[in-house]
C-alpha cells in the first residue's frame, strides 16, 4: 500500500447520480494505482466493488447520511484486516491508512467539487471513519473533521 497522490484523479459519476442527487446515500469509492500514485473516485448510488484490488484492500468507501438527531454527516470505512494480516502488518495498514486518510477525504470532496457547490450547507458536516479490523485496538470510528477542511 503505497501513499494517495492527489494530484492526479479520475472522477466517474455514475447515472443516475450526478451533481445534485442524491445526497443521502450517495456513495463514494476511492482507490488508486501504487504504480502511478493516479487516484480513482467513482460517485453514485453504488459503491464499485470492480474497482477494489481485492489482495491489496487499499480502498477508501464513504457515503452520505442523514439522521434526525445529527443531520448530514459522511460516514467511511478503510479495510484494515478481518485476520488475514498479522498483528503487526495490521498496525501498519491502520498507521498508513490513518495517515493518508486526509488526502483520500481531499480526493474525494475536491473530486466531487460540483455538487458541494450545489449543497455548501454541507461543509459544515462531520467526516467518520471506521476502521475495520479484527484487531480491537484499530477497530474504531475515528473523526476526521469536517469536510470544509478538505476542500
Known amino acids: 500500500m503505497q501513499q494517495f497522490r492527489l494530484h492526479n484523479i479520475t472522477v466517474r459519476i455514475h447515472p443516475p447520480a450526478n451533481s445534485k442527487n442524491p445526497i443521502v446515500g450517495r456513495k463514494y469509492t476511492l482507490t488508486h494505482s501504487d504504480e502511478t500514485g493516479e487516484l480513482f473516485l467513482d460517485v453514485g448510488f453504488v459503491y464499485n466493488w470492480q474497482a477494489i484490488d481485492w489482495k491489496l484492500r487499499d480502498e477508501v468507501l464513504a457515503e452520505w447520511k442523514w439522521t434526525p438527531e445529527t443531520g448530514?454527516?459522511?460516514?467511511?470505512?478503510?479495510?484494515?484486516?478481518q485476520g488475514e494480516f498479522s498483528e503487526e502488518q495490521a498496525e501498519r495498514r491502520f498507521q498508513i491508512f490513518n495517515r493518508e486518510m486526509g488526502t483520500a477525504l481531499r480526493g474525494m470532496i475536491q473530486g466531487d467539487s460540483p455538487f458541494f457547490r450545489n449543497y455548501p450547507f454541507l461543509l459544515t458536516a462531520p467526516i467518520y471513519i471506521?476502521?475495520?479490523s479484527s484487531y480491537p485496538q484499530f477497530h474504531k470510528i475515528v473523526s476526521f473533521g469536517t469536510v470544509a477542511q478538505y476542500v
Do not use: E
Not at 448530514?72 to 484486516?81: I, P, R
Open 72 to 81: 448530514y454527516y459522511l460516514f467511511g470505512t478503510a479495510y484494515v484486516d
Open 130 to 132: 471506521l476502521f475495520q
